[in-house]
């Protein structure tokens, strides 16, 4: 298998994987409709930081110790779980306040953002075994594999980017009716009991 068509092979597996609705589309989607753009794309680049260093790991055959070793696996399930967790509640436990004012305060929240997609991606196990079973198959012999695999990384992460335009876009239209602080309890009760149900479904998982 040359390398292009591993690419284009590698390209329509992660998107399918990337159309999937999960955690990372809950968070963008709450975020962005909300109206806090600048921390809803600390978010996206947050996400996609955190695949890129599962891909670089993987490359360089960090993350097979998720496989080989059940007690680093289950260090990462709980630490992800209780992470999901918590933040879900303190989503479940939001006021709707203000929107102009919440508005206000949360629009410059782009660090805020980063730090919690990188953390919710780098925190799930499951990403990382992802990538030990299914990345290598994608590299072809005889070239140089951690090139290889930072490269089909870079794939995935330029997919997810442009898939996240699209929630991004799509949140935005929903942000009048959110402005509305009974709307937007409602979002933030959704997405938390949708990150907790994540939490609870990674730490009950075998």
């Not at 998720?66 to 436990?93: C, D, F, I, K, P």
């Not at 780098?122 to 005889?142: E, R, S, T």
Request: charged content about 15%; some cysteine.
């Amino acid at each position: 298998m040359e390398m292009t068509t591993a690419l284009w092979s590698f390209a329509l597996v992660v998107g399918l994987l990337t159309l999937t609705p999960g955690i990372d589309t809950a968070l963008i989607l709450r975020t962005s409709a909300s109206g806090r753009r600048r921390q809803a794309w600390g978010v996206v680049l947050g996400i996609q930081t955190g695949t890129l260093v599962w891909g670089t790991l993987t490359s360089a055959g960090v993350t097979a110790l998720l496989t080989a070793s059940q007690v680093a696996y289950e260090v990462l399930r709980w630490a992800g779980a209780a992470y999901l967790v918590w933040m879900g509640v303190a989503m479940l436990r939001a006021r709707g306040a203000g929107a102009a004012a919440e508005d206000e305060q949360e629009e410059g929240g782009f660090g805020h953002g980063w730090r919690r997609g990188t953390l919710t991606n780098l925190l799930n196990p499951k990403v990382g075994v992802f990538y030990v079973a299914v990345l290598p198959q994608f590299i072809p012999a005889g070239v140089p594999h951690f090139a290889a695999g930072v490269a089909l990384t870079c794939v995935h992460v330029v997919e997810g980017l442009l898939w996240s335009t699209v929630l991004v876009g799509f949140a935005r239209v929903l942000r009048g009716w959110l402005r509305r602080p009974a709307a937007r309890r409602l979002m933030d009760r959704v997405t938390g009991a949708v990150v907790v149900g994540f939490g609870v479904k990674l730490a009950l998982s075998d």
